[in-house]
């Protein structure tokens, strides 16, 4: 099936560690989104791509960093320098007008 | 920034009554969006209205556009529980932007049954 998977679902991190979260589509979609959702609050956008190997900053990108290597692929990394990473992180992707989104990853710092 | 911001921030009616939910927006846009997202689940996309249309209907959803007010609507009508959800407006920037896809804070509504 065509889709947008984001992974894994929970993620605990400790204090002081970088992690990487998983953003695959099979829907040959050029842009793809990552944004970052605090609880009882709206979307805000980290980092999007419009094509390979290219993307842009969004409204929040410090102490996260991306790559876009490959079209099906958009992986964010969340830094040490992210003093508050807590939050739900959610994952869209499209080629124009609708987005389509993953199911998010939450990610829990311990 | 966020680019939009939804009005009201909370919403509660009965089953069979018509929701309101309405988006104000700062930029100039291509289009303007709503989506829903269930209680820690991934949006799904609703309706989509370009920056030339006024108004659209999909099913009971309404929704109206007025780019000299920079606002848009959501009308849900004939409302069940199951459209218990938040609803977001995105807005699709013009120019140098690019495909940038920015999201309101969005609007829990809630209907009981």
């Known amino acids: 099936d065509g889709g947008i998977t984001q992974s894994p679902k929970y993620l605990f991190r400790k204090e002081g560690q970088n992690v990487t979260l998983s953003c695959e589509q099979n829907l040959n979609h050029d842009a793809m989104y990552w944004y970052r959702q605090d609880p009882g609050q709206g979307l805000r956008l980290i980092y999007y791509?419009?094509?390979?190997?290219?993307?842009q900053k969004g409204d929040i990108a410090e102490g996260y960093s991306v790559s876009r290597e490959k079209k099906e692929s958009f992986p964010l990394t969340v830094t040490s320098a992210q003093k508050n990473p807590t939050a739900f992180y959610l994952c869209?992707?499209?080629?124009?007008?609708?987005?389509?989104f993953g199911q998010g990853t939450r990610l829990t710092v311990v | 920034s966020q680019q939009g911001e939804e009005d009201p921030q909370a919403l509660s009616i009965q089953e069979g009554e018509n929701a309101t939910m309405n988006c104000s927006y700062k930029t100039s846009i291509n289009n303007l969006q709503w989506y829903r997202q269930n209680s820690g689940r991934g949006l799904v996309h609703l309706i989509l209205i370009r920056s030339n249309e006024r108004e659209k209907h999909s099913g009971r959803l309404r929704v109206t556009l007025d780019t000299s007010k920079k606002s848009s609507s959501l009308l849900i009508t004939a409302s069940r529980a199951a459209d218990t959800a938040s609803y977001f407006c995105?807005?699709?920037?013009?120019?140098?932007?690019?495909?940038?896809?920015?999201f309101g804070e969005g609007t829990q509504l809630t209907v009981n049954p």
């Open positions: 995105a807005t699709d920037g013009r120019g140098t932007s690019g495909s940038r896809l920015t």
């Open positions: 791509s419009q094509i390979v190997n290219d993307f």
């Open positions: 869209a992707s499209r080629l124009v007008g609708e987005a389509f």
